[in-house]
């Protein structure tokens, strides 16, 4: 095991799918000589030559393009797309192109194109350089939509989103990428959890608490709070936006009756709106308590001075345990 942050590991991720297949190929801005704004490829482009890690124009639209293009040439493309906001010029691409190719040859033609897209807020940078757009994706068939929220994972799914033959958008919380934790880099991600599926990551009995990306720390924190007050949460990260492991999901909600899901994104037509609605289908009958979502507000992304009264932290999701545990809180009521 060794103890590397976030950033690192999917970097080490990075240079093992480079070093196991000559096809992949890592495109972006300034992810070469400078290695990335974050510093994520790092060092590659020295090791594996310009002709494999590629910095291109400041034109998402045009990345994309290129990207569809050596795919269907026999590459593996890794698109990194510098910041969340950037990714709208390549919007048509990917939800025109890159997703329906498979379908529209009737299997002749996969497009194995992972998306790197850093996410989400907490880092004090304004709108374009904050959001979370991962639900324009996940509502778009013939994408796989996953989310890391430790090192290992970032590690190991980086690799399996790049073995992967379908396009996976693989989101990344930046305000995550120095965070420490231990990694064993002699996983095969071939016998790893597949990226598909959730993970339990604290056990309880009360209610389950789902979060994904860069809150599922903050989940985790939650639930030992809520235990120096009594409530056993189970936290589940979902690691996997689409598909989404219902099944994970269902058992845990079968056991505590209650259900709480958080995200950074705003809360209408949000992840956390598609598993309520889905959880409220499949166990209406085990459910003690209406699903509670805390997420962000339906605003645009505020001034940096502002993001963390507008990200869910620590007491919003306690105040959304105590709603779906129907105890009183100063904070009921609260939408989001």
């Known amino acids: ?13 990075l240079r093992k799918s480079l070093e196991n297949d000559p096809k992949v190929v890592l495109m ?4 070469g000589t400078l290695g990335g704004v974050f510093r994520i490829t790092d060092g590659l482009q020295k090791d594996f030559g310009k002709h494999r890690v590629i910095d291109t124009p400041l034109a998402e639209s045009g990345i994309m393009g290129t990207a569809v293009g050596l795919a269907y040439r026999g590459y593996r493309p890794v698109v990194e797309i510098q910041f969340d906001g950037f990714i709208y010029p390549a919007f048509d691409q990917i939800v025109c192109q890159v997703a329906k190719m498979h379908y529209r040859t009737r299997g002749a033609v996969t497009l194995p194109i992972t998306i790197r897209v850093p996410f989400g807020g907490g880092i004090g940078s304004p709108e374009h350089h904050s959001e979370s757009p991962e639900a324009y994706f996940t ?15 970032a590690y190991t799914m980086v ?37 598909g599926s959730a993970a339990v990551v604290s056990a309880g009995k009360d209610v389950t608490l ?10 985790r924190d939650a639930a030992l709070a809520a235990a120096d007050d009594g409530i056993s949460v189970e936290v589940i990260d979902l690691r996997s936006l689409s598909p989404v492991d219902y099944a994970t999901v269902e058992a845990s909600v079968r056991k505590t009756g209650r259900l709480v899901i958080t995200h950074e ?29 805390i997420t962000g507000f339906d605003i645009p992304y505020p001034y940096s001075k502002l993001e963390m009264h ?3 932290n620590l007491d919003r999701i306690l105040d959304g345990v105590d709603r779906a545990m129907y105890r009183p809180n100063s904070l009921s009521g609260l939408e989001g």
């Open 210 to 219: 789902v979060a994904y990306g860069p809150l599922v720390k903050t989940a």
């Open 139 to 153: 509502h778009t068939s013939g994408l796989r939509v996953v989310s890391v929220s430790n090192p290992q994972d």
């Open 310 to 312: 507008h990200l869910p």
């Open 159 to 195: 690799q399996q989103a790049i073995g992967c033959n379908d396009p996976v958008l693989f989101f990344e919380p930046k305000r995550r990428y120095h965070d420490k934790g231990e990694v064993d880099l002699g996983v095969d991600p071939a016998t790893a959890p597949d990226m």
């Open 28 to 31: 972006g801005e300034d992810i």
């Open 265 to 293: 994104a705003g809360m209408s037509g949000g992840v956390g709106a598609e598993i309520a609605a889905s959880i409220t289908e499949r166990c209406f009958h085990y459910l003690e308590a209406p699903p509670v979502r």
């Open 1 to 13: 095991m060794t103890t590397m942050t976030f950033g690192a590991a999917i970097n080490a991720g």
